[in-house]
Every structure is written in structure tokens, then in C-alpha cells.
């Protein structure tokens, strides 16, 4: 790995470190509000990156552009409304890291105003591991929404089958291996087969535009 790589995952790990906590701890934080207590008993209501980072995952977000975190467990039984918590609680992660890539750009944005604009390296710098990380949220906000097992997305879909269990496990088993297969699929052909970034794009220059980053 040449220099220029190495630079470039040092500018985007805060926002991969950022992005992976925030949206653990806010399936952790919602599960608990929910009624059940798992998820506090495990240590993760806390924005220490090391409860919420999986090792391989990290690694295959750095390398293949896409990863995972350790899953937030919690138990259904102690929800105090089972069909909607669990969609509450699928949905805080995502949610989150959308409205850090918010907070993100109004901070770049105020960034870019109060310190004066001259070609100064760390001001550069800084202004690039913002945009990694602005971007970096609105990937895992898209990613994570998409309805395929086990992303977060598949319980907003999949939680509608509950009533028919043999379909409901079917569905989240294939689906897990349709998802593995489109990642070492994209792996092995270097072919993004799943093209999100469209709609990354879209959100992040459209958001940075409406609050006066330029």
C-alpha cells in the first residue's frame, strides 16, 4: 500500500469510527428505552468505539468499502410493543448517522466561514476528514436501509412476515446469502453491485448546499 492509500484511510477513519459508533449506540440506547435491558447489560449504551467495532468488519469497510459493526442484540420478548419497537430500534441506526452527516456539514460549513480561506495544509486537511466522514453517515444511512438481510432495512420488511415463521426464516436466511454473494461478488470483480452512491452523492452535496457550504 503506496503512501497516498495510507493517507487517504487515515482521513476517513474518524468518520468510519464516527458513523459505526453513533449508530450501535443508537440501536443500543432505543432497545433499552423500548423495555429491554440487553443491550445495557452488554456495555453497549456508550459511545466508546471499542464495544461496537467488529475487527473484520472494520477491516472490510477500510478495504471493500462496506462493513459492519458488532450487531446490537436484544431480546423481543421484552419489548413493550414487539411490532413497532423492533422497527424503532431498526431504524435509530440509520436515522442516526443521517443526522450526523446533518450536524457534520453545518459544523464544515461554519468551519469554512470563521477560518480565513487560505491554502494552508491542516485547514485542507480537516475540511477533507469532514467530507469523508459527512459522506461516510449518508453511506451507512443508504446502506443500511436497504431491505436485505441482516441490514436494517430487512426488519422494517421482514417484521411484516412474523405471522408465517417457516416464510419469515426462509426469507431471512436466503436473503442473508443473497447479501453475502453481493459482497464477494463485488469483492472479487471489483464491480459495485450494489450502487448506492448515486443517492450518497445526492444527499451529501445536496445538504451541504442548503446550508451554505460551497
Known amino acids: 500500500m503506496d503512501n497516498f492509500d495510507i493517507v487517504r484511510i487515515l482521513k476517513f477513519l474518524p468518520g468510519i469510527v464516527l458513523g459505526l459508533t453513533v449508530h450501535e449506540f443508537c440501536h443500543a440506547w432505543v432497545a433499552h428505552k423500548c423495555g429491554d435491558s440487553t443491550s445495557k447489560d452488554q456495555g453497549r449504551i456508550t459511545l466508546n468505539p471499542l464495544k461496537h467495532i467488529d475487527l473484520l468488519g472494520f477491516i ?11 450487531p446490537v442484540q436484544f431480546n423481543e420478548e ?12 431498526a431504524v435509530a441506526g440509520p436515522l442516526s448517522n443521517a443526522v450526523t452527516a446533518m450536524i457534520l456539514s453545518i459544523l464544515l460549513s461554519i468551519y469554512t466561514v470563521i477560518i480565513p ?11 477533507e476528514v469532514f467530507l469523508y466522514a459527512i459522506y461516510i453517515n449518508w453511506g451507512l ?8 438481510p441482516p441490514l436494517d ?18 426469507i431471512y436466511k436466503y436473503g442473508s446469502y443473497v447479501f453475502l454473494a453481493l459482497i464477494l461478488a463485488t469483492v472479487v470483480t471489483k464491480i459495485n453491485l450494489l450502487p448506492i452512491w448515486p ?5 451529501g452535496e445536496g445538504f451541504l448546499s442548503i446550508v ?3
Open 60 to 70: 472490510m469497510l477500510i478495504v471493500a468499502g462496506f462493513g459492519w459493526a458488532k
Open 78 to 89: 421484552n419489548l413493550r410493543n414487539p411490532k413497532y419497537d423492533v422497527m424503532k430500534i
Open 117 to 127: 480561506a487560505y491554502p494552508g495544509q491542516i485547514l485542507q486537511i480537516i475540511s
Open 141 to 148: 444511512f443508504i446502506f443500511n436501509l436497504i431491505p436485505i
Open 153 to 170: 432495512g430487512s426488519h422494517l420488511l421482514l417484521n411484516q412476515f412474523k405471522k408465517f415463521p417457516v416464510l419469515y426464516n426462509n
Open 199 to 203: 443517492a450518497i452523492r445526492f444527499l
Open 212 to 214: 451554505g457550504y460551497h
